[in-house]
């Protein structure tokens, strides 16, 4: 039941109060012109029946008839409304905007607001709150209008893009909107009439302004996973935050802040679970890399340079190793390592190791085949000094025999780290063979590596060879027949000890038992 306050303005009009006939809009106006014209509904809302002609005259409706929009209300007096409310009678008001506006009705009916709406929530926002019921305006122009227009109903933390990167951008630009400008409105990410919920916002969304991110995200074992229907691979959301307290990745309180970056990657791949669902080798790596010299360079020091996770992998192509496009594909390593340690790479790239890998070969160590991946530790430390001579070794078994047969070698197996090793004599990263004057093995430098540790080596000292095998006797002729004595001697040594022990030890039987008979 509705009451029009003004009734008893009309009835000392010459408008017959109760006289039934057809409007025009100078009949509707004659009512509603009235300021003070008001409509009462059941539950005691209130609600303004003015209608302002110049106003009106000047929306986009002003052309339009008055019961264009409000069918059957052509006649006075008019028919009771059902609605019990004002905003119950609001959202009844939609159906009559879906009548010329189809295509925008139909994208509404997929909005979280229509679906509020139908649910019983009265109070969501319909086409009249955001255009305007007699003054209607088309959609506002300026992002700043269109933040006002929004935050008008969201004005709480939780939905404020004033303290993002996106909102600083609109409130003090005031530019239009993200199409034109690069700087986004509420309407670039949640849409217009199909207004997305939070969760249902896919990374698509962030073409408009992020073109080359986003394509290159879509390329990537994120973008690939979400693609095939995976829910729990990382978006745009899960690493750069909310969109609504998005800051830049220089800002501290960033999730991609260099301080910051491992516990945001950690949020997955420290998930075992995660991990054995997708197929992913390695193990809380985000332990693994905090437990390493670029995670302590990082978290205990405060180097923003260390090396972190988007260093090696990449940020928004990131790719399975296995992809030759990969950072951390085999072939690519040595370059990935090389944005950092660029001195390292250019002695890598001459070595024998870099040079075979150039040339195709794939199965010559790189970086992470002698440093490992995450758990990259010092090399100075006395674990990995120790470490490394079984890391050549990988490859180089004979000559891993070879060395530990030496001084060199069996010295190092009881854990002397001054003994010489692999890397003292060949070089780390500049590893050259033999034959190459640079080397520092070649004859031309022999001497000079080996005074390293022997101050007073001379000549005779650097013909000594430390992978001699013993067991060539085609190669090393005399050390194999030297070794053979050797070997024959110890065995003839232990043999004739041996049997005079046993001998001795049937003489003192005998003597005892011919002790034994005379003592009888």
């Known amino acids: ?45 209130v609600v303004s029946a003015h209608v302002d002609e110049t106003i009106f005259g000047e929306s986009l409706h002003g052309g339009l008839a008055c019961v264009a929009c409000h069918a059957g209300k052509g006649e006075y007096p008019h028919e009771e409304l059902t609605a019990e409310s004002a905003d119950e009678y609001a959202s009844i008001t939609v159906a009559t905007c879906e009548k010329c506006h189809s295509e925008a009705a139909a994208e509404n009916d997929m909005g979280i607001h229509q679906g509020a709406v139908e649910s019983g929530d009265y109070s969501a926002p319909i086409c009249s709150d955001c255009h305007g019921a007699h003054d209607v305006t088309r959609a506002p122009a300026t992002q ?69 991110a986003v394509s290159e995200y879509d390329h990537s074992v994120h973008g690939i996973g979400l693609i095939n229907g995976q829910a729990d691979v990382a978006t745009c959301g899960d690493c750069h935050g909310s969109l609504h307290t998005m800051v830049p990745a220089t800002a501290a309180d960033s999730p991609l802040y260099p301080l910051n970056l491992p516990q945001t990657c950690a949020k997955c791949h ?39 996770c988007s260093e090696c992998h990449g940020d928004h192509n990131i790719l399975a190793k296995e992809d030759l496009d990969s950072t951390v594909n085999r072939e690519n390593i040595p370059q990935t390592c090389g944005t950092c340690h660029a001195g390292i790479l250019v002695d890598y790239e001459l070595s024998i190791h870099g040079t075979e890998l150039a040339s195709g070969n794939r199965h010559v160590p790189v970086c992470t085949d002698c440093h490992s991946a995450h758990e990259i530790s010092e090399v100075d430390t006395e674990d990995s000094q120790l470490s490394s001579v079984g890391e050549c070794g990988g490859c180089h078994a004979e000559s891993l025999e070879t060395f530990q047969d030496t001084f060199h070698g069996q010295v190092a197996s009881l854990g002397f780290t001054p003994a010489a090793q692999c890397s003292d004599c060949h070089g780390s990263h500049k590893i050259l063979p033999q034959s190459d004057p640079n080397s520092n093995i070649s004859e031309a430098h022999l001497l000079e590596t080996c005074r390293q540790c022997h101050e007073k080596a001379n000549e005779n000292f650097v013909k000594y060879n430390p992978h001699a095998n013993a067991e060539d006797r085609e190669a090393f002729p005399v050390l194999f027949w030297v070794t053979k004595f050797m070997e024959y001697l110890i065995i003839g040594v232990f043999a004739f000890w041996g049997f005079h022990t046993l001998m001795s030890f049937l003489r003192s039987i005998q003597i005892r038992r011919s002790g034994e008979r005379l003592g009888n």
């Open 1 to 45: 039941m509705v009451v029009v306050a003004v009734t008893a303005m009309m009835a000392g009009s010459d408008r017959p109060a109760g006289a039934a006939q057809s409007s025009s809009n100078g009949d509707c106006l004659f009512c509603h012109s009235i300021e003070r014209i008001e409509v009462e509904f059941d539950n005691g809302d």
């Open 144 to 212: 700043t209008e269109v933040t006002a227009l929004c935050t008008s109903c969201h004005l709480n933390a939780g939905y404020s893009m004033t303290a993002s990167v996106h909102g600083d951008s609109v409130l003090e630009s005031g530019n239009l909107l993200a199409a034109t400008t690069g700087q986004p409105s509420c309407l670039d990410c949640h849409g217009s009439h199909s207004v997305d919920a939070v969760a249902g916002i896919d990374p698509s969304m962030c073409t408009t302004c992020h073109e080359e």
């Open 270 to 308: 420290a998930d075992d679970d995660l991990a054995a669902r997708h197929g992913i080798e390695v193990e809380n790596a985000y332990q693994l890399y905090m437990d390493s010299i670029h995670g302590h360079a990082l978290w205990e020091s405060g180097l923003l340079v260390a090396a972190g």
